[in-house]
């Protein structure tokens, strides 16, 4: 029943811009915590953002610190991460996630549900 559908990515240079964004379906949208993560070709898959229930409370992982922001908009049931500045080290495949939960968490295991992801590219 659970559906996370990722758009918004793409071949970008240096220093542009990006706005990904995932609509969440058969969720109670509201009570779950959800992030974005990202697996460049060969890495493992890395945490990028968390957002809680309300959109208030956020957590970035320090190389996205300052140009990357999550925000949600739970009547829409739709999460975004809007990312600026971008830099070559920022290609990757970018997958949102969501658990039921009240705790925002850096950790894979412990996000319940996901998307297919989005790829993006950014060249020099």
């Known amino acids: 029943q659970v559906q996370l559908a990722e758009s918004g990515g793409g071949l970008v240079q240096t220093g542009d811009s990006l706005r990904l964004s995932c609509a969440a379906s058969?969720?109670?949208?509201?009570?779950?915590?959800m992030g974005w993560f990202r697996q460049a070709p060969g890495k493992e898959r890395e945490f990028v953002a968390a957002?809680?229930?309300?959109?208030?409370?956020?957590v970035y992982a320090d190389s996205v610190k300052g140009r990357f922001t999550i925000s949600r908009d739970n009547t829409r049931n739709t999460l975004w991460l809007q990312m600026n500045n971008l830099k070559p080290d920022d290609t990757a495949v970018y997958y949102c996630?969501?658990?039921?939960?009240?705790?925002?968490?850096?950790?894979?295991?412990?996000?319940?549900?996901w998307g297919q992801g989005t790829q993006v590219t950014v060249s020099s």
């Open positions: 058969g969720v109670p949208f509201v009570r779950y915590v």
């Open positions: 957002i809680h229930w309300g959109g208030v409370t956020t």
């Open positions: 996630a969501g658990r039921y939960g009240s705790s925002l968490s850096y950790e894979r295991r412990r996000y319940e549900y």
